[in-house]
């Protein structure tokens, strides 16, 4: 059964990405505006001057859970209840990485929680360097998953 990002889940994400209703850079200098949406997200272009409505950001977000982050998940974790569905897509969003992410192939396998954390916790890092706001975002997470 395919998945869709939960109310909570849709809430947690724009808690944990901030909705910022102008076009800036991200830490790692992309083009950034909304709940975190770059180019990336298939959905918008953000660029300099940029301004959206909280409307526009909410629709927008939904849109590109839609097209490119819950067919991702779904496919990553197909046995996964809503909560850890939403804490897939928490981190999908925010790393791009659902598919490439060793602690996804040891949660399919039912590993064990210190395993599966230990490896979710290395995931706190941008531009190569710890972000201690990754870090407690990836703590968060874990406690939803």
């Not at 954390?117 to 890092?125: E, H, P, Q, V």
């Amino acid at each position: 059964m395919a998945r869709q990002t939960s109310d909570i889940g849709i809430e947690t994400l724009e808690f944990e990405e901030g909705v910022v209703l102008r076009a800036y850079r991200d830490l790692v200098g992309k083009w950034t505006i909304g709940a975190g949406l770059t180019a990336a997200s298939g959905v918008v272009t953000p660029k300099a001057g940029m301004v959206i409505t909280a409307k526009q950001s909410k629709a927008l977000t939904k849109e590109a859970l839609r097209l490119n982050y819950e067919p991702a998940v779904n496919a990553a974790m197909q046995e996964a209840t809503q909560h850890e569905f939403d804490a897939g897509i928490s981190f999908h969003w925010n790393t791009g990485a659902i598919n490439r992410a060793s602690w996804v192939k040891l949660w399919a396998k039912d590993a064990s929680r210190a395993l599966i954390s230990a490896k979710y916790r290395l995931w706190n890092k941008a531009g190569g360097k710890t972000v201690k706001g990754l870090a407690d975002r990836r703590e968060r997470e874990l406690k939803i998953l």
